[in-house]
């Protein structure tokens, strides 16, 4: 494969999760009613399935969701936060969904629901343990419940937002890749 092919495929991966990671801003307009609603585990997914050098992927999707954290935050609190309690998790939390990304080999719509499952699955259970947060909870496992019961709305609407979002790159790129040869990876040309 040409370097030409490499570059222009890898522009148009981070171009597609600029764009998703965008609207991001949405959310902030209407916090109650799209609260987590977001497109951060569709690009997680997105960068995990198709950047073929996975370090990239990584990359790209942790660095994409800190730029606009950054941004989100200074809308929220007019100050520029880079780092916050809870920090850690959350991008752990975004890097295990970029692994879980990895693993989708055949893109279908059963292969990216299933993924897109296991990565709410994931959010809820690191993100919404009591400790990390202070004491808005005990911290004991009837705490952890009590945490995981009050963040249902908030992990349906991930699954939402994964089902829009995904739907968008996921079949963006896929029917791009019908159309463009270019943006196949080197084992697609062949095949």
């Not at 497109?39 to 997680?44: C, L």
């Not at 660095?63 to 780092?83: A, G, H, P, R």
């Not at 998790?89 to 692994?99: D, G, K, N, P």
């Not at 952890?144 to 991930?158: C, D, K």
Request: net charge positive.
């Amino acid at each position: 494969m040409s370097l030409q092919k490499i570059n222009t495929r890898t522009i148009v991966l981070i171009l597609m999760i600029l764009a998703a990671a965008a609207m991001r801003l949405v959310t902030y307009k209407f916090p109650y009613i799209l609260s987590n609603f977001t497109p951060v585990g569709a690009i997680a997914l997105f960068g995990g399935a198709y950047f073929t050098d996975k370090w990239k992927a990584y990359a790209v999707v942790l660095l994409t969701l800190f730029t606009s954290d950054i941004l989100i935050n200074y809308l929220y609190t007019s100050k520029w936060v880079m780092w916050y309690d809870g920090s850690f998790w959350v991008y752990l939390t975004f890097a295990i969904m970029v692994l879980v990304g990895t693993f989708i080999k055949n893109v279908t719509v059963g292969s990216v629901g299933i993924a897109s499952l296991i990565s709410v699955l994931i959010h809820w259970l690191i993100i919404d343990m009591p400790w990390l947060y202070g004491t808005l909870y005990p911290h004991n496992l009837s705490g952890y419940m009590q945490s995981l019961t009050a963040a249902i709305p908030f992990e349906r609407n991930m699954v939402l937002g994964d089902i829009v979002f995904c739907s968008m790159l996921f079949g963006g790129f896929e029917l791009a890749k019908s159309k463009y040869v270019f943006l196949r990876t080197k084992t697609e040309v062949a095949a």
